[in-house]
């Protein structure tokens, strides 16, 4: 078990390398939101690895993402479809917002210091220096060291968008809130146009 919790993050990575390096050569650019903006306190959800549902090990299930995604997304189907079940959400929704936010880039960074696939904003970083009203917005949050991880990094980003689904009871308020303030709706309809397009 140990071994299989080594390799396969190994695995995912160079998989992940090889399909990113292919795509780059032959995709089109993508239009990806480059900035995330903080919630302000009174909507910010915080969810810490103790309180996330991780998916089974024992059982990988089967590829949920529409193959019509752009290979940089598509390429996280396994991880994407694990996270998305464990919160009860669809993975096509999930795919939407990652290739809205990051194009499928795990590296990615915006201009506000959100890191990863779900631009997530870290504790530290530039995200360190929002204020909020009782102190710094993101403390709560993970690290970007962690955020870099795709697998934590959907993991995260997946229960956040559950926890403000579950908050605002409606699928585009939670998008709205999951993106940058300055953005509000446009946010929202941006993601759910893709999710539309691509399920």
Same mark, same amino acid.
């Given at each position: 078990?140990?071994? #299989? ?25 993508? +239009? ?9 306190? %009174?909507?910010?959800?915080? &969810? ?5 549902? &991780? *998916?089974?090990?024992? &059982? ?7 193959? %019509? ?7 996280? $189907? ?11 959400? +669809? ?18 960074? !915006?201009? !506000? ?5 779900? #631009? ?10 929002? #204020? $909020?009203?009782? =102190? ?12 870099? +991880?795709?697998?934590?990094?959907? #993991?995260? =980003?997946?229960?956040?968008?559950? /926890?403000?689904?579950?908050?605002? /009871? ?9 993106? *940058? ?11 759910? !146009? ?6």
């Amino acid at each position: 078990m140990t071994v #299989q919790r080594i390799l396969f993050p190994v695995m995912v990575v160079s998989a992940a390398l090889l399909i990113l390096v292919t795509s780059l050569i032959s995709a089109t650019p993508v +239009d990806v939101l480059a900035a995330a903006e903080p919630l302000p306190m %009174a909507v910010t959800v915080t &969810a810490t690895p103790a309180t996330m549902a &991780a *998916p089974s090990a024992a &059982a990988v299930l089967p590829c949920a993402v529409s193959s %019509a995604y752009p290979a940089a997304v598509y390429q996280w $189907c396994e991880l994407i479809t694990a996270h998305a079940a464990a919160e009860g959400l +669809d993975a096509n929704l999930v795919a939407a917002v990652i290739l809205q936010e990051s194009g499928g880039d795990p590296n990615a960074l !915006s201009r !506000s210091g959100a890191v990863g696939l779900m #631009q997530v904003m870290p504790r530290d970083g530039l995200a360190a220096t929002f #204020q $909020c009203k009782n =102190g710094p917005c993101f403390a709560n949050r993970p690290s970007m060291a962690e955020l870099y +991880d795709p697998d934590f990094n959907i #993991q995260y =980003g997946t229960h956040l968008l559950a /926890g403000l689904l579950a908050q605002r /009871g409606n699928l585009r308020e939670a998008l709205r809130a999951y993106g *940058p303030m300055d953005m509000g709706y446009a946010y929202a309809d941006r993601v759910l !146009s893709i999710y539309e397009q691509y399920r």
